[in-house]
Nanobody
Framework: QVQLVESGGGSVQAGGSLRLSCAAS????????MAWFRQAPGKEREGVAH???????RHAKSLKGRFTISRDDATNTLYLQMNSLKPEDTAMYYC???????????????????WGQGTQVTVSS
């Protein structure tokens, strides 16, 4: 059973940066597709970025290069570096994992079986 625990959230002013971490246990994630999602109050869950087991990644186009997903398989940890944060980035951020996800669905939350509890990011103007 894969367990995921996010950390690194907090409150930051617009223009600032945060680095989220997602520590995994219960399995080696080196063969898993990993992703970050976020959900703001009253809004649908949104795929932020995903990274494949071979290191290839894709980010939501709306982010315009401000966020970067990465993984360290040696420590079983997923990261999300968030720069130039905006108030509209305020949300609960979740990491997710699944052994296999179809290429065209890797930002679909419904394709992931394992989820963390989330970490809150609040950006003030």
């Amino acid at each position: 059973q894969v367990q995921l625990v996010e950390s690194g959230g907090g409150s930051v002013q617009a223009g600032g940066s945060l680095r989220l971490s997602c520590a995994a246990s219960g399995a080696s994630l080196s063969n898993y597709c990993m992703a970050w999602f976020r959900q703001a109050p009253g809004k649908e869950r949104e795929g932020v970025a995903h990274i494949d087991s071979d290191g290839r990644s894709r980010h939501a186009k709306s982010l315009k290069g401000r966020f970067t997903i990465s993984r360290d398989d040696a420590t079983n940890t997923l990261y999300l570096q968030m720069n130039s944060l905006k108030p509209e980035d305020t949300a609960m951020y979740y990491c997710a994992a699944n052994f296999f996800v179809d290429r065209g669905k890797r930002l679909w939350g419904t394709e992931y079986s394992y989820w963390g509890q989330g970490t809150q990011v609040t950006v003030s103007s």
